[in-house]
Structures are given as structure tokens and as C-alpha cells.
């Protein structure tokens, strides 16, 4: 059973860094790819929560983001310590939202806008419980 738990997240100012970490246990990576996504308070659509891809990880280390945070966070994964983490600098409030950490089943790893539409579905992905970044101004 795949389990995801994040930790790091806080309430910052803007221009300042925050790194989160997810604990990825009982994973088989060749049948993921891993993400980060976040959810912008309020953002729903008919009841669904709309979260968005904002980096993604391969297997073979390839990496994309979102334009709204390229250049500002980073991807990385410790396959030693069995963490994913999401490095993020300059942070704006428009950063502020839960962020969650993914594995992705590989049918749906397409670029990070693609997956939007893919997101609400319940095979989509593992999800871990979030955790939630506030960047005042």
C-alpha cells in the first residue's frame, strides 16, 4: 500500500523559502510518476477540489513545472531516504494554498496543464493529506 505524508509547510512572507517533504512508503516507482500539487483557497468546481500540477518528477529523473513557479521551485527526490521534496523560493502570496504530494499513476502522467483534467478522478493518483503554505505580503 502506497502511503504519502508531508511536512514543511508554514506561513511565511513574501520573497521567503519554504522546502516541503514527502515520505513515500510501500511505492513501486515504475508505475508512478511523482508530483506536487496545490489547491488555491476556494478553488472549487462544483464541489470538486481543483488542485494543480505544479512540478513532476519521472522516473528517470526528468523534471517540469508549471510556468507560475518556474525558475522558483525545485523537484527533488532522496530514493535513498525514500523523500520527495518541493524547494520553493521567492514565494508570492498567490503561493498560498494546501499543497499535496502525488504518485501518479503513469496512464495520466502528462504535462502538468493536461492533468487538470484528470485530477478528480479516484484512480488518478495516491494522495498524501497536504500541507498548507501561507505567504503574506
Known amino acids: 500500500q502506497v502511503d504519502l505524508v508531508e511536512s514543511g509547510g508554514g506561513s511565511v512572507q513574501s520573497g521567503g523559502s519554504l522546502r516541503l517533504s514527502c515520505a513515500v512508503s510501500?511505492?513501486?516507482?515504475?508505475?508512478?510518476?511523482m508530483a506536487w500539487f496545490r489547491q488555491a483557497p476556494g478553488k472549487e468546481r462544483d464541489g470538486v477540489a481543483q488542485?494543480?500540477?505544479?512540478?513532476?518528477?519521472?522516473?528517470?529523473?526528468?523534471?517540469m513545472y508549471a510556468e507560475s513557479v518556474k525558475g522558483r521551485f525545485t523537484i527533488s527526490q532522496d530514493n535513498a531516504k525514500n523523500t520527495l521534496y518541493l524547494q520553493m523560493t521567492s514565494l508570492n502570496p498567490e503561493d498560498t494554498g494546501m499543497y499535496y504530494c502525488?504518485?501518479?499513476?503513469?496512464?495520466?502522467?502528462?504535462?502538468?496543464?493536461?492533468?487538470?483534467?484528470?485530477?478528480?478522478?479516484?484512480?488518478?493518483?495516491?494522495w498524501g493529506q497536504g500541507t498548507q503554505v501561507t505567504v503574506s505580503s
Open positions: 510501500g511505492i513501486d516507482y515504475s508505475d508512478y510518476c
Open positions: 502525488a504518485a501518479v499513476q503513469l496512464a495520466f502522467c502528462f504535462a502538468l496543464g493536461d492533468m487538470k483534467w484528470y485530477v478528480a478522478r479516484p484512480d488518478f493518483a495516491v
Open positions: 488542485r494543480e500540477g505544479v512540478a513532476r518528477m519521472d522516473n528517470d529523473g526528468t523534471t
